[in-house]
């Protein structure tokens, strides 16, 4: 049984949503992850790289057939660069990380490389014998240039470098083609580059609005559980104080004793606090508090009780917990400690009543109410009665927590509350009602 104050969206143990959720998805949308546009940019990054391992490959016959034509470390230094910064980006693809760094540094390195080419000649008169191998090269430049610059930037290098590498071809180092040639070379690039930037462009455009419409749907859903949450949980509000208040005014016509009064105006001011509660504006129970505020809460209530709880805490200061919950452990702790007082006979004030607090050992935490009375039979009770459903269970259980009880006739009752609440279901969801029955001491 999960946690209703956690992030999941799925069913609550009452089969329903609450506002702690609403409130979580709320809180993630802010910080959203957009999956569309990471799926889009590694689908991206892995083309660009496969594009230029693929051109890079056909460029090595025709670095080889020149490499007599050029200053054998100058050309050595250009094509180790190239290879290993294309293969750099390689890998970045693969692992995704450093991608644009790697096409950062591949596009410098090409603009490098075509500066540097007529200086590598061995003859800056002779002719090169065909294309320079670096043309091979270009599409991948300008792809990665799309990959790692901003928009603007990623069009001037997809210009700029077509018609650096034009004049290069109009030299005797790049062959010393003519100009139509060398025109058509840098028209051929200049296409092939703005297309791959306008489908970068376009993809990444397309994403973001996806991403931004999920996340407009998410917040308004969330929104939309909220309210539903709220209500839900206002008519369980509305439940509890009704079920509190009547209780008080049962023992309130049943008070012919003095211990009597006093239970009688204890319930009352507990019923009143109630409905201060119920009547205030409501709170963002998505916040957390800790538990060894709970156990103070519990400890002042005990002190004021007519009848002497002991209160034993158990390693409470690190664990935290929802306020929706820590407020449904606290009403069902005092209901189950004045069943104890009304049922339960005469105790020994001597450790008859405890209250035990402490953390469980899956990082929960537990309280057990117990008490040395009467106790009672659990197969006796008729089922009809509903009283410790909704005092007790349907507390904790509303917050995602669990209780139980274990009693026999003349060896007390422990009322067991787990929160959050264990794999296992509730051995009391098969149990009948145990308030206000002879002889119940929890």
Excluded at 12 to 31: H, I, M, R
Excluded at 97 to 113: D, F, K, L
Excluded at 145 to 160: E, G, K, Q
Aim: include cysteine.
């Amino acid at each position: 049984m999960s946690n209703p104050t956690d992030t999941d969206t799925g069913p609550t143990p009452t089969g329903q949503l609450t506002a702690a959720t609403a409130t979580a998805l709320l809180g993630g949308e802010q910080q959203r992850n957009p999956i569309s546009r990471a799926q889009i940019e590694t689908v991206l990054y892995r083309s660009v790289a496969g594009i230029s391992l693929i051109f890079a490959l056909q460029s090595v016959p025709a670095m080889i057939d020149q490499f007599g034509e050029r200053r054998p470390i100058g050309a050595l230094i250009v094509g180790f660069a190239l290879g290993l910064s294309i293969f750099s980006v390689v890998i970045a693809s693969l692992a995704r990380r450093g991608v644009r760094t790697t096409t950062t540094i591949v596009a410098t390195i090409y603009v490098a490389a075509l500066v540097a080419w007529p200086f590598l000649m061995l003859d800056r008169d002779a002719v090169l014998d065909g294309k320079p191998w670096i043309w091979y090269l270009c599409t991948v430049a300008t792809s990665c240039a799309a990959i790692a610059f901003p928009l603007r930037w990623a069009a001037i290098y997809t210009v700029v470098i077509p018609v650096m590498y034009g004049i290069i071809r109009l030299l005797p180092a790049g062959g010393q083609a003519e100009l139509v040639l060398a025109l058509l070379d840098v028209v051929y690039a200049t296409l092939l580059g703005a297309v791959v930037l306008i489908i970068i462009y376009m993809l990444r455009q397309a994403t973001d609005a996806v991403d931004v419409a999920q996340s407009n749907a998410l917040h308004k859903y969330a929104l939309a559980v909220r309210q539903h949450a709220t209500e839900v949980e206002r008519v369980e509000v509305d439940s509890i104080v009704h079920d509190t208040v009547l209780a008080t005014l049962l023992s309130a016509a049943g008070a012919h004793t003095v211990k009597g009064a006093e239970l009688a105006a204890t319930m009352a001011h507990n019923a009143i606090a109630r409905l201060d509660e119920a009547g205030a504006e409501p709170t963002d129970d998505a916040g957390r508090v800790p538990f060894s505020r709970l156990a103070g809460r519990i400890r002042q209530a005990a002190s004021a009780l007519a009848c002497t709880f002991t209160v034993v805490e158990n390693t409470i200061e690190p664990l935290t917990m929802p306020e929706q919950a820590s407020e449904a452990l606290y009403s069902a702790t005092v209901q189950a400690m004045v069943n104890s007082m009304q049922h339960a006979g005469p105790v020994d004030d001597s450790f008859g009543r405890t209250v035990s607090m402490g953390a469980s050992l899956t990082g929960g935490a537990t309280i057990d109410v117990s008490d040395q009375g009467v106790g009672f039979d659990l197969a006796a009770v008729p089922s009809g009665r509903l009283g410790l459903r909704l005092s007790i269970q349907g507390r904790v259980e509303s917050a995602g927590g669990t209780a139980s009880v274990r009693t026999s006739p003349g060896h007390g009752t422990t009322v067991a509350i787990h929160w959050p609440a264990p794999e296992q279901p509730s051995d009391l969801d098969a149990q009948p009602d145990l308030d206000a029955q002879p002889g119940r001491s929890a």
